[in-house]
């Protein structure tokens, strides 16, 4: 039976200690750190992200504030408030939750960000040192599942991890983070996307295998190799009526016949998403450090 990796418990760990360590910072240097999240439309996956987020911030008594607004809200207005909140002395992360509608371009959204805000890792000066190998702040998914892994001892360096999925936001730069050579890197990468051919026989090849497609079934048990560690990041908001909610979230591979296959496995839900969360919280509290001139 694989080992379950729970994002939920290592990030109930990992939030007890930076609510001590926002006691202190306020102790000693009379600072809170603040964040900002902009939120625009309803998609329910973001809908629920953002709730959890607020909900982790009040927890660890970080400052957030939640800017929330329709589908058709304006492009400039988007870029006048990231304007204010670059200004504002309170706030040390802003985050621009995506997907964005069809109207607002997010590279125009996400470079207006100051660098030393963007919490979030995605502005293109910090996607650039992170990829030297010095960054400021680390995307916090990625940043996330590499934490699960070290902190539940599965070794990253010299093993082959495939990532399935090439997005901005988990895919490339998970990629670029474990292929450093540094601790907590070393690893040998191979990134597939929908276009790579024969993908049974490489994700078989995996020792870690990610899945960040956000494609409900895109893989199957026989694809992975027995003994190997999954990691399940995409989810899907999928309609269920039998359900109080409504809907319920699924991953890109079922869980019960990968954990089969696998020696651990991140659960679909209380898997990676707590631990974005986690590190966001983490980025924030380090950027309030930075601000204030500590460590
Ligand atoms: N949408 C899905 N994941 C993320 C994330 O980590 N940050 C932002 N801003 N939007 C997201």
Same mark, same amino acid.
């Given at each position: ?33 603040? *964040? ?58 802003? *985050?621009?939750?995506?997907? *964005? ?109 990610? *899945? ?84």
């Amino acid at each position: 039976m694989a080992k379950i990796l729970s994002g939920k418990e290592l990030s109930t760990k990992m939030r007890e200690e930076m609510k001590q360590e926002i006691v202190d910072l306020k102790d000693k240097y009379d600072i809170v750190p603040g *964040l900002a999240v902009i939120l625009i439309g309803d998609d329910p996956g973001s809908l629920s992200y953002v709730r959890n987020k607020e909900k982790a911030c009040a927890s660890i008594g970080l400052v957030s504030r939640k800017y929330e607004f329709g589908a058709d809200y304006p492009e400039a207005d988007v870029l006048k408030l990231i304007d204010e909140l670059n200004q504002d002395k309170a706030i040390h992360g802003i *985050l621009v939750q995506l997907p *964005l509608p069809d109207h607002i371009s997010e590279n125009k959204v996400i470079s207006a960000i100051e660098p030393d805000k963007d919490v979030d890792g995605f502005h293109p000066i910090n996607i650039g040192k992170m990829m030297v190998g010095s960054p400021i702040f680390l995307p916090c998914t990625p940043y996330g599942i590499q934490q699960l892994l070290l902190r539940n001892n599965i070794e990253i360096e010299g093993s082959h991890v495939v990532i399935v999925g090439r997005s901005n936001i988990v895919g490339k730069p998970l990629a670029m983070i474990l292929v450093q050579k540094k601790p907590g890197g070393n690893a040998t990468v191979t990134l597939c996307h929908t276009r790579t051919r024969n993908m049974g026989d490489i994700t078989k090849s995996a020792d870690i295998l990610v *899945l960040a497609a956000g494609k409900p079934n895109s893989v199957t048990a026989d694809m992975i190799k027995q003994g190997a560690v999954v990691i399940i990041v995409g989810q899907t908001w999928i309609e269920d009526k039998t359900r109080k909610s409504g809907h319920r979230v699924v991953g890109d591979v079922d869980f019960d016949e990968a954990s089969a296959k696998a020696s651990a496995i991140t659960p679909v839900t209380g898997g990676v998403g707590p631990m974005t969360i986690t590190m966001l919280l983490n980025n924030t509290i380090q950027s309030a450090k930075r601000y204030a001139g500590i460590e």
